[in-house]
């Protein structure tokens, strides 16, 4: 390994000894640009790589609220402003239990190049709390947004810091906390967040980005290689906003999406999942993926026993782990390969362990990594962004293809560069060489700060 690479990984480890997800982010960064790095000494006289992993500001709070049944409750919030180089800290909120430190920051670093290479003005952030939403009735999840909201504003603004939806915040809780905002703020503020319903001011396409995004990318992956989605077998984790979307585009294209999950387990029909009423369970009713089997029977529920996803030991073409991260384990990844399959592109953030990806690379599986795969949501947010500064609103056809546009933009990206550094075919070192390289210039052009 490079030394001056090697000498930052070092430090970076000391200093984050407890985070394994944010230490596993940058070494999966920090390992693939090694040819960048050599090609630029000056980097390490202007301390690029150490300024790059380190955030900007990490900001965390107590988040006190009062639950249904009188009883005060008290969650930890976090805010990661990570990269302001090329615009506003841009970048989602999460609010589930497993929600730590370590996560916000891998998180937040991921959203860096991601967002770099949309070609868009964002810069990189996270946040997000340890509350969890399931079970939560409406005002509670209320009264939790407005509380999180009350410190979470003075950290943020549409010029400034402009967070959005992630896993366990929709629709509802976006509405929830650009009403605390606007409350406090006493102003319109219609750029600040992003996700929002299209009633005040939110985007066309916004719901449909991330998955619509997805299946663009893998359309494009597939096509480099002379192959297309259309008869292929798919399998889908997660039945989130994501998969559900990811699920309806690839169906669109020809593929049979045969499985999909939740936390609990999957659901396999072979006939081809029925994405109308997987919308049913998981969007109006706020059901489980088993509820399914109440509708079509035929189906096969295989409950989920440890890590390894049971989604996995299906047989299929191309596999989309929408759901979390760390899903696809080294055991899972031997089982896709062993199984024939041709490619995987990540829907979630980092949803594949590093042995994993590595084991995928290594028996010639196309891999669609994250930070490129699933920038269709963020780069839709910066849409709704333009739009909310012009007052004005694109029709549902042209947020699409402006998304389109990007996509296949972020797939060149990640194909030139990959070539450029002798590692063609390496989407994983693509779009990280990309991204990287876009931002160090950015960082030597701004000077030290």
């Excluded at 066309?204 to 992956?221: Q, S």
């Excluded at 489980?288 to 299906?314: F, G, Q, T």
Aim: glycine share 10%.
């Amino acid at each position: 390994m490079n030394e001056y690479i090697n000498k930052v990984l070092t430090e970076v480890e000391k200093k984050n000894i407890n985070e394994p997800e944010y230490l596993q982010a940058v070494r999966e960064v920090l390992c693939s640009v090694e040819h960048l790095v050599e090609k630029h000494p000056e980097y390490e006289k202007l301390a690029i790589l150490e300024r790059m992993v380190e955030p900007e500001r990490i900001i965390s709070f107590r988040v006190p609220w009062v639950n249904d049944n009188g009883e005060v409750i008290v969650n930890r919030g976090y805010r990661i402003q990570f990269s302001s180089l090329i615009g506003p800290y841009k970048g989602g909120l999460r609010f589930h239990p497993t929600v730590n430190q370590s996560i916000m920051k891998f998180l937040g670093f991921e959203q860096i190049f991601t967002n770099a290479l949309t070609g868009l003005p964002i810069g990189g952030g996270k946040g997000g709390s340890d509350f969890d939403p399931k079970g939560k009735s409406d005002n509670e999840i209320m009264r939790f947004c407005q509380s999180f909201m009350t410190e979470l504003y003075r950290h943020i603004g549409q010029d400034v810091d402009v967070p959005a939806g992630d896993i366990g915040v929709g629709g509802r809780e976006i509405g929830y906390l650009f009403g605390q905002y606007k409350r406090i703020k006493d102003a319109y503020e219609g750029g600040v967040l992003t996700g929002k319903s299209v009633c005040y001011g939110g985007s066309l396409g916004r719901t449909e980005a991330t998955g619509y995004g997805l299946i663009f990318y893998t359309r494009e992956m597939l096509k480099a290689h002379n192959e297309s989605l259309t008869g292929k077998t798919v399998t889908i984790s997660g039945s989130g906003n994501v998969a559900i979307y990811a699920c309806e585009k690839a169906q669109e294209y020809g593929a049979n999406v045969v499985a999909m999950s939740d936390s609990n387990g999957c659901i396999y029909d072979k006939n081809g999942i029925d994405i109308t009423l997987i919308k049913q369970i998981k969007e109006v009713e706020r059901g489980r993926i088993k509820d399914y089997l109440k509708v079509h029977p035929d189906a096969e529920y295989m409950i989920r026993e440890d890590e390894d996803s049971p989604i996995w030991n299906i047989k299929a073409d191309i596999a989309l782990p929408c759901a979390t991260q760390n899903e696809v384990t080294l055991n899972s990844a031997k089982k896709l390969v062993n199984n024939g399959l041709l490619a995987i592109a990540e829907g979630a953030n980092m949803p594949c362990k590093q042995e994993a990806t590595d084991y995928f690379l290594e028996h010639g599986v196309l891999v669609g990594p994250a930070k490129a795969a699933n920038a269709g949501g963020v780069a839709t947010s910066a849409i709704e962004m333009s739009q909310n500064s012009m007052r004005y609103y694109y029709n549902f056809n042209e947020v699409i293809e402006k998304l389109d546009c990007i996509m296949v933009n972020i797939f060149n990206a990640c194909k030139d560069n990959a070539e450029k550094y002798g590692c063609s075919g390496n989407y994983v070192a693509g779009a990280n060489l990309a991204a990287f390289e876009k931002l160090a210039e950015a960082m030597k052009c701004q000077g030290v700060v």
